[in-house]
């Protein structure tokens, strides 16, 4: 999934890997309760996180901290009740400067394992929405955070 977004590489990316602060910006959804237990230090290779939803728990990790053009991360979903199964979720976030924009792709991997392989499909759509909302947000954020950068 693709979203061109009206600032620099470095401004998105910044966001993207303050964990901390996904509160300031991306408002809970359904799926997204917040991103809590932040293992302490500043974010890197090997930081772990853990996001919780109805369906279950991400327990996060980050694997590629490439600034200002790579993060990724390792999000095994444990589902509840735990007898469904797991998600096995890889996200990569790769910017690309386009003139003064930036067009952010966020690359989705899904494995499953349990009683919601039968589910695929619907658990897979359902992280593409979240997905869209997630960088309709961003790209909101991002572009204000500049807008004011540039009146101040």
């Given at each position: 999934m693709e979203t061109l977004i009206e600032t620099d590489r470095a401004t998105i990316f910044d966001i993207l890997a303050d964990l901390r602060h996904y509160g300031d910006w991306l408002p809970h959804s359904l799926v997204f309760k917040g991103t809590t237990a932040i293992s302490p230090g500043p974010i890197g290779v090997g930081t772990t996180y853990v996001e919780t939803s109805p369906w279950g728990t991400r327990r996060g990790v980050v694997t590629v901290i490439d600034r200002p053009d790579?993060?990724?991360?390792?999000?095994?979903?444990?589902?509840?009740?735990?007898?469904?199964?797991?998600?096995?979720?890889?996200?990569?976030?790769?910017?690309?400067?386009?003139?003064?924009?930036?067009?952010?792709?966020?690359?989705?991997?899904?494995?499953?394992?349990?009683?919601?392989?039968?589910?695929?499909?619907?658990?897979?759509?359902?992280?593409?929405s979240e997905i869209e909302r997630i960088q309709k947000w961003l790209k909101s954020h991002a572009e204000a955070r500049t807008a004011a950068a540039a009146v101040t």
């Amino acid at each position: 999934m693709e979203t061109l977004i009206e600032t620099d590489r470095a401004t998105i990316f910044d966001i993207l890997a303050d964990l901390r602060h996904y509160g300031d910006w991306l408002p809970h959804s359904l799926v997204f309760k917040g991103t809590t237990a932040i293992s302490p230090g500043p974010i890197g290779v090997g930081t772990t996180y853990v996001e919780t939803s109805p369906w279950g728990t991400r327990r996060g990790v980050v694997t590629v901290i490439d600034r200002p053009d790579r993060i990724a991360y390792w999000q095994p979903m444990t589902l509840s009740p735990r007898w469904l199964g797991t998600v096995f979720v890889r996200v990569e976030d790769s910017l690309a400067p386009v003139g003064f924009s930036t067009l952010l792709r966020r690359d989705l991997q899904l494995r499953f394992r349990g009683v919601v392989t039968l589910a695929a499909p619907i658990v897979a759509r359902s992280f593409v929405s979240e997905i869209e909302r997630i960088q309709k947000w961003l790209k909101s954020h991002a572009e204000a955070r500049t807008a004011a950068a540039a009146v101040t």
